[in-house]
Protein backbone atom coordinates (compact mmCIF):
# COMPACT_ATOMS: atom_id res chain seq x y z
CA UNK A 1 0.00 0.00 0.00
CA UNK A 2 1.23 3.37 -0.91
CA UNK A 3 0.77 6.20 1.80
CA UNK A 4 1.21 10.40 1.81
CA UNK A 5 2.01 11.04 5.05
CA UNK A 6 2.08 14.91 6.15
CA UNK A 7 2.60 16.86 9.47
CA UNK A 8 2.52 20.29 10.35
CA UNK A 9 2.68 20.24 13.99
CA UNK A 10 6.37 21.79 14.79
CA UNK A 11 8.22 24.21 13.03
CA UNK A 12 9.39 21.55 10.61
CA UNK A 13 6.75 20.78 7.91
CA UNK A 14 7.11 17.31 6.81
CA UNK A 15 5.51 15.80 3.58
CA UNK A 16 6.89 11.73 2.58
CA UNK A 17 5.64 9.39 0.73
CA UNK A 18 5.92 5.59 1.83
CA UNK A 19 5.40 2.10 1.00
CA UNK A 20 3.62 -0.35 3.58
CA UNK A 21 3.76 -3.90 3.58
CA UNK A 22 3.06 -6.84 5.95
CA UNK A 23 5.02 -9.63 6.02
CA UNK A 24 4.51 -13.07 6.94
CA UNK A 25 6.30 -15.96 9.13
CA UNK A 26 5.45 -19.40 8.33
CA UNK A 27 2.69 -18.03 6.13
CA UNK A 28 0.96 -16.59 8.92
CA UNK A 29 0.68 -12.52 8.72
CA UNK A 30 2.41 -10.74 11.52
CA UNK A 31 0.51 -7.72 13.47
CA UNK A 32 0.42 -4.78 12.08
CA UNK A 33 2.66 -2.86 13.72
CA UNK A 34 5.38 -5.12 12.05
CA UNK A 35 4.57 -3.69 8.70
CA UNK A 36 7.92 -3.09 7.09
CA UNK A 37 8.13 0.63 5.39
CA UNK A 38 10.27 1.40 2.73
CA UNK A 39 10.22 6.04 2.34
CA UNK A 40 10.18 6.54 -1.67
CA UNK A 41 10.23 10.72 -1.19
CA UNK A 42 10.32 13.25 1.74
CA UNK A 43 10.95 16.68 2.15
CA UNK A 44 11.25 18.25 5.96
CA UNK A 45 11.19 21.73 5.41
CA UNK A 46 11.57 24.77 8.60
CA UNK A 47 8.20 26.59 7.75
CA UNK A 48 8.04 28.64 10.94
CA UNK A 49 4.36 30.16 10.06
CA UNK A 50 4.52 28.81 6.43
CA UNK A 51 2.83 25.37 6.24
CA UNK A 52 0.04 26.79 3.91
CA UNK A 53 2.48 28.01 1.54
CA UNK A 54 4.90 25.18 1.23
CA UNK A 55 2.90 21.76 2.02
CA UNK A 56 1.12 21.60 -1.20
CA UNK A 57 4.00 22.36 -3.41
CA UNK A 58 5.74 19.45 -0.74
CA UNK A 59 3.29 17.15 -1.72
CA UNK A 60 3.98 17.61 -5.33
CA UNK A 61 7.52 17.29 -5.07
CA UNK A 62 7.30 13.90 -3.23
CA UNK A 63 4.91 12.54 -5.30
CA UNK A 64 6.94 13.02 -8.27
CA UNK A 65 9.92 12.22 -7.16
CA UNK A 66 8.46 8.76 -6.42
CA UNK A 67 6.47 8.18 -9.87
CA UNK A 68 3.03 8.48 -8.65
CA UNK A 69 -0.08 10.46 -8.57
CA UNK A 70 -2.44 11.25 -6.09
CA UNK A 71 -5.08 8.32 -6.92
CA UNK A 72 -2.58 5.84 -6.78
CA UNK A 73 -2.03 6.44 -2.77
CA UNK A 74 -4.37 3.88 -0.93
CA UNK A 75 -4.23 5.90 2.76
CA UNK A 76 -2.92 9.10 4.53
CA UNK A 77 -1.28 9.48 7.42
CA UNK A 78 -1.38 12.69 9.16
CA UNK A 79 0.34 14.03 12.43
CA UNK A 80 -2.52 15.58 14.89
CA UNK A 81 -0.54 17.53 17.00
CA UNK A 82 0.37 18.63 19.62
CA UNK A 83 1.11 21.96 17.97
CA UNK A 84 0.14 25.50 17.21
CA UNK A 85 -3.43 25.92 15.97
CA UNK A 86 -3.33 27.29 12.31
CA UNK A 87 -0.39 25.06 11.66
CA UNK A 88 -2.34 22.02 12.79
CA UNK A 89 -5.12 22.99 10.68
CA UNK A 90 -3.13 23.34 7.08
CA UNK A 91 -1.66 19.88 7.54
CA UNK A 92 -5.34 18.47 9.25
CA UNK A 93 -7.50 20.29 6.39
CA UNK A 94 -5.26 19.64 3.77
CA UNK A 95 -5.23 15.78 4.69
CA UNK A 96 -9.11 15.66 4.91
CA UNK A 97 -9.04 17.37 1.10
CA UNK A 98 -6.48 14.25 -0.55
CA UNK A 99 -8.44 11.64 1.40
CA UNK A 100 -11.78 12.16 -0.54
CA UNK A 101 -9.46 11.44 -3.60
CA UNK A 102 -7.32 8.79 -2.09
CA UNK A 103 -9.64 6.90 0.82
CA UNK A 104 -8.83 6.89 4.48
CA UNK A 105 -6.83 9.02 6.48
CA UNK A 106 -5.64 8.07 9.56
CA UNK A 107 -3.99 10.13 12.42
CA UNK A 108 -1.40 9.82 14.87
CA UNK A 109 -0.21 12.07 17.86
CA UNK A 110 2.70 13.88 16.20
CA UNK A 111 5.10 13.22 19.33
CA UNK A 112 4.85 9.34 18.61
CA UNK A 113 6.69 9.90 14.98
CA UNK A 114 9.55 11.71 16.63
CA UNK A 115 12.57 8.95 17.87
CA UNK A 116 11.73 5.34 18.49
CA UNK A 117 11.73 2.83 21.61
CA UNK A 118 12.16 4.16 25.25
CA UNK A 119 12.38 8.05 25.42
CA UNK A 120 11.08 11.22 26.24
CA UNK A 121 10.18 13.71 23.64
CA UNK A 122 9.92 17.72 23.96
CA UNK A 123 9.15 19.87 20.83
CA UNK A 124 8.35 23.67 21.12
CA UNK A 125 4.80 24.77 22.46
CA UNK A 126 5.45 28.36 22.20
CA UNK A 127 5.10 30.52 25.08
CA UNK A 128 8.07 29.48 26.69
CA UNK A 129 6.63 26.10 26.97
CA UNK A 130 7.04 22.54 25.65
CA UNK A 131 5.21 19.64 24.40
CA UNK A 132 6.19 16.36 25.94
CA UNK A 133 5.31 12.48 26.37
CA UNK A 134 6.81 9.66 27.42
CA UNK A 135 7.54 6.13 25.67
CA UNK A 136 8.34 2.56 27.65
CA UNK A 137 10.84 0.21 25.69
CA UNK A 138 8.60 -0.73 23.04
CA UNK A 139 7.90 2.62 21.94
CA UNK A 140 4.32 2.96 23.69
CA UNK A 141 3.17 6.21 24.97
CA UNK A 142 2.96 5.76 28.88
CA UNK A 143 2.65 10.07 29.79
CA UNK A 144 1.66 12.65 27.76
CA UNK A 145 0.96 14.13 25.84
CA UNK A 146 1.43 17.50 27.80
CA UNK A 147 2.48 20.90 27.85
CA UNK A 148 4.23 22.58 29.99
CA UNK A 149 7.51 24.46 31.26
CA UNK A 150 10.56 22.62 30.59
CA UNK A 151 11.23 22.88 34.02
CA UNK A 152 8.28 21.41 34.83
CA UNK A 153 8.15 18.82 32.43
CA UNK A 154 8.07 14.58 33.81
CA UNK A 155 10.33 14.05 31.18
CA UNK A 156 12.86 11.16 31.48
CA UNK A 157 16.25 10.45 30.38
CA UNK A 158 17.20 9.98 27.01
CA UNK A 159 14.99 12.87 25.92
CA UNK A 160 15.02 13.46 22.12
CA UNK A 161 13.38 16.65 20.10
CA UNK A 162 13.85 20.01 20.39
CA UNK A 163 17.53 20.48 22.13
CA UNK A 164 17.12 24.09 22.47
CA UNK A 165 15.27 23.25 25.57
CA UNK A 166 18.04 21.02 26.96
CA UNK A 167 19.06 23.39 29.59
CA UNK A 168 15.70 24.68 30.70
CA UNK A 169 14.98 20.79 31.28
CA UNK A 170 17.98 19.88 33.31
CA UNK A 171 18.84 16.91 30.91
CA UNK A 172 20.65 16.33 27.50
CA UNK A 173 18.60 16.42 24.62
CA UNK A 174 18.94 14.77 20.97
CA UNK A 175 18.18 16.56 18.35
CA UNK A 176 15.01 14.30 16.43
CA UNK A 177 12.27 15.43 14.57
CA UNK A 178 9.22 13.98 12.92
CA UNK A 179 9.69 11.89 9.51
CA UNK A 180 7.39 10.28 7.49
CA UNK A 181 8.23 6.80 8.35
CA UNK A 182 7.95 7.74 12.52
CA UNK A 183 4.59 8.73 11.02
CA UNK A 184 3.92 4.93 9.29
CA UNK A 185 5.15 3.48 12.14
CA UNK A 186 2.71 5.58 14.32
CA UNK A 187 -0.22 4.67 12.38
CA UNK A 188 0.56 1.12 11.59
CA UNK A 189 -1.48 -0.69 14.47
CA UNK A 190 -4.23 1.40 13.22
CA UNK A 191 -4.41 0.29 9.30
CA UNK A 192 -6.76 -2.29 9.82
CA UNK A 193 -9.56 -0.88 11.24
CA UNK A 194 -11.61 2.25 9.81
CA UNK A 195 -9.80 5.53 10.52
CA UNK A 196 -11.01 7.78 13.63
CA UNK A 197 -12.59 11.35 13.28
CA UNK A 198 -9.23 13.93 12.82
CA UNK A 199 -9.28 15.52 16.31
CA UNK A 200 -6.36 18.16 16.55
CA UNK A 201 -4.39 17.69 19.77
CA UNK A 202 -4.51 21.30 20.54
CA UNK A 203 -4.17 21.37 24.15
CA UNK A 204 -4.48 24.73 25.65
CA UNK A 205 -6.89 27.56 23.48
CA UNK A 206 -5.67 29.76 19.83
CA UNK A 207 -3.57 32.46 21.20
CA UNK A 208 -5.84 34.54 19.10
CA UNK A 209 -9.51 35.15 20.31
CA UNK A 210 -12.47 37.06 19.65
CA UNK A 211 -12.71 40.67 22.05
CA UNK A 212 -14.79 40.02 24.69
CA UNK A 213 -17.23 43.29 24.06
CA UNK A 214 -17.46 45.20 21.70
CA UNK A 215 -17.03 48.74 21.62
CA UNK A 216 -19.04 51.66 21.16
CA UNK A 217 -18.38 53.56 17.90
CA UNK A 218 -18.15 57.55 18.93
CA UNK A 219 -19.76 60.07 16.47
Known sequence: MLVLA?????????AGVAEVTSRTVD?????????????????????GNRHAELLTPAVREVLAEA??????????????????FTGLRVGIVTAAALGDVVGPVYGVCSLDAVGD??????????????HWAVYDADGQRVAGPGVDRPE????????VGDDRFA????????PTEVTTAGLLRAAAPLFDRPPAPLEPLY???????????RKAVSR
Open 6 to 14: LDTATPTLV
Open 27 to 47: GALVLPAQRSVRVLAERALPS
Open 67 to 84: GLRVRDLGALVVGLGPGP
Open 117 to 130: GARSVVTDARRKEV
Open 152 to 159: EAPVTEPV
Open 167 to 174: ERLGRPVT
Open 203 to 213: LRRPDAVPPAA
